[in-house]
């Protein structure tokens, strides 16, 4: 469905300022909500919400519906009753400007248990309903995650496929005996989501209440080691003895690596999954929209056809395209849930299948400016090119950021054809001439990462594809987010129509 002319800014809650180590959904998230307001922003794009696991990644995570532990406030959990301010006196000296995960872990973790137990002997007869209710309505899938994670702290094996034969196939009678011994173990981690939601919810209205909508982040595929997976493992291309993958997903040889992308997520079995109505999509999609207002589709393109890799292989150069049934589920998903606020993440290797996809349900695709100066008058992402019902980025978390790509990832070529597209140089430097085409652009949304905003260099790049280490860590300081920066933001918005006449003047 096509939206209204606006504009944003994509930022992570992790990448918010917080002396606890890790941006959460504490003061300085409703803090950057006002920010977005005061520059006249109507959207604020996060990556997935999820626990994390390999290589702490929000597309490598233990549940597709899940939220991550580590956002949860801890100041808000003080004012709810269930810290005391002695138990936040002592802080570890986190570093700054980047996320130090592992050291945030051993600190934030032992804090959280002490919270659950508080809420166990504190919390109040509402506050125990919540939690109850909460509980019933998450059923589907809260209480195979919260085993699972609760598996995966008792047991040694780091993987639910080396776990024994029946605790992996899912006996029912060994599950209901797991369930007894780890019944303390699964309240903590019910309460760590039944926290996670409450705080996130709360944020959400705020949010929305400053007339800002709040863009999710669907990955496409799921990670293996995930309660996903174990709980549902008819609904993948899995080994039906041992559970381990027989085809991985990823992507060929493209802009960011010659050898492709091996993600190694299982592959979905669309035939059972299309036999079932897509009944797991369906409520994928529907949770997501409890707590977000649009959703961006991440790979869409596999949704038409996919990249299918042996996996034995170790790149993803020997893999081949096998379709999908993306107009069986959209259609589905329609019928269940009506229209669909949908951006199409569709960039890389794309055909017309997947565009005529896109268009038939009216998804906005995306245009990346970073990639619009490597060719002639004919590159699609040129500003010019673009189409109305479509999202312009200045870059993604995928990409570096424009400082950094101008300087460093940029050909002479690529920095001739952009100075001659800007005509001239603008006096806030190169970040904010490329920022200025977005929002001057025809696409109905654009958004800027707020790296793009402070003129950052690669320094700040939250992630590079292909590497498994030293991404997702930046953060910024509070004091970054000046009026200068406001100020400049809102006269642009007002200038190329992205803001209201009523919004600009108050």
């Given at each position: ?111 959280l248990r002490k919270a659950c137990q508080n809420f166990t002997q504190k919390a109040t007869k509402i506050q ?163 707590y977000v207002d649009l959703i961006r589709i991440d790979h869409f393109r596999g949704l038409e056809s996919f990249w299918s890799v042996p996996a034995e292989e170790e790149t993803a150069i020997k893999g081949e395209w096998v ?184």
């Amino acid at each position: 469905m096509p939206f209204p002319r606006s504009s944003g800014i994509l930022l992570h809650p992790t990448s918010l300022p917080s002396r606890y180590g890790i941006g959460d959904l504490g003061l300085e998230a409703y803090q950057f909500v006002d920010f977005l307001a005061r520059s006249g922003q109507q959207l604020w794009q996060v990556l997935p919400l999820s626990p994390t696991g390999f290589g702490n990644s929000p597309y490598m995570s233990f549940s597709a519906m899940a939220g991550n532990p580590l956002l949860i406030s801890p100041d808000l959990l003080q004012d709810n009753g269930f810290l005391e301010e002695e138990d936040l006196s002592y802080v570890p000296d986190f570093p700054l400007d980047q996320v130090d995960f592992d050291q945030v872990i051993e600190w934030k973790m032992p804090l959280l248990r002490k919270a659950c137990q508080n809420f166990t002997q504190k919390a109040t007869k509402i506050q125990q309903k919540e939690f109850e209710g909460f509980c019933r309505g998450k059923a589907s899938w809260l209480d195979d995650y919260t085993l699972f994670m609760s598996l995966l702290d008792a047991r040694e094996e780091p993987v639910w496929t080396e776990w024994p034969d029946e605790l992996r196939q899912r006996k029912p009678e060994v599950l209901e005996q797991w369930r007894r011994d780890l019944q303390d173990e699964i309240f903590f981690h019910k309460f760590l989501q039944f926290e996670f939601f409450r705080q996130w919810s709360e944020l959400k209205e705020y949010t929305n209440a400053q007339n800002i909508q709040i863009i999710g982040d669907i990955p496409i595929y799921v990670s293996h080691n995930s309660a996903d997976v174990w709980a549902n493992p008819e609904l993948f291309q899995l080994d039906p003895e041992t559970g381990e993958q027989i085809e991985v997903a990823g992507v060929p040889p493209d802009y960011f690596s010659e050898t492709g992308q091996l993600w190694g997520n299982p592959l979905y079995d669309w035939k059972y999954l299309e036999s079932t109505r897509f009944a797991w999509w369906v409520e994928r999609i529907r949770g997501i929209l409890a707590y977000v207002d649009l959703i961006r589709i991440d790979h869409f393109r596999g949704l038409e056809s996919f990249w299918s890799v042996p996996a034995e292989e170790e790149t993803a150069i020997k893999g081949e395209w096998v379709k999908a049934p993306g107009m069986g589920l959209f259609n589905r998903i329609l019928k269940e849930l009506g229209n669909l606020p949908i951006i199409a993440e569709d960039l890389g290797d794309i055909d017309q299948a997947v565009n005529d996809l896109r268009d038939h349900f009216a998804f906005p695709g995306m245009n990346i400016l970073h990639f619009a100066f490597g060719s002639d008058a004919n590159n699609p992402y040129l500003p010019f090119n673009v189409v109305a019902n479509s999202v312009i980025y200045t870059g993604t978390h995928d990409n570096n950021t424009t400082v950094g790509w101008y300087y460093e990832d940029t050909s002479d070529y690529e920095r001739d054809r952009l100075q001659q597209y800007l005509g001239c140089a603008g006096p806030h430097g190169i970040a904010w001439d490329v920022i200025r085409l977005a929002l001057s652009s025809v696409a109905n949304q654009a958004i800027i990462p707020l790296q793009d905003i402070f003129s950052l260099g690669s320094n700040a790049r939250m992630n590079t594809p292909g590497t498994a280490e030293e991404n997702w860590g930046w953060r910024y300081r509070g004091e970054a987010l000046t009026e200068e920066y406001s100020n400049r933001l809102k006269e642009m918005v007002i200038i190329y129509g992205r803001m209201t006449a009523i919004s600009a003047q108050t």
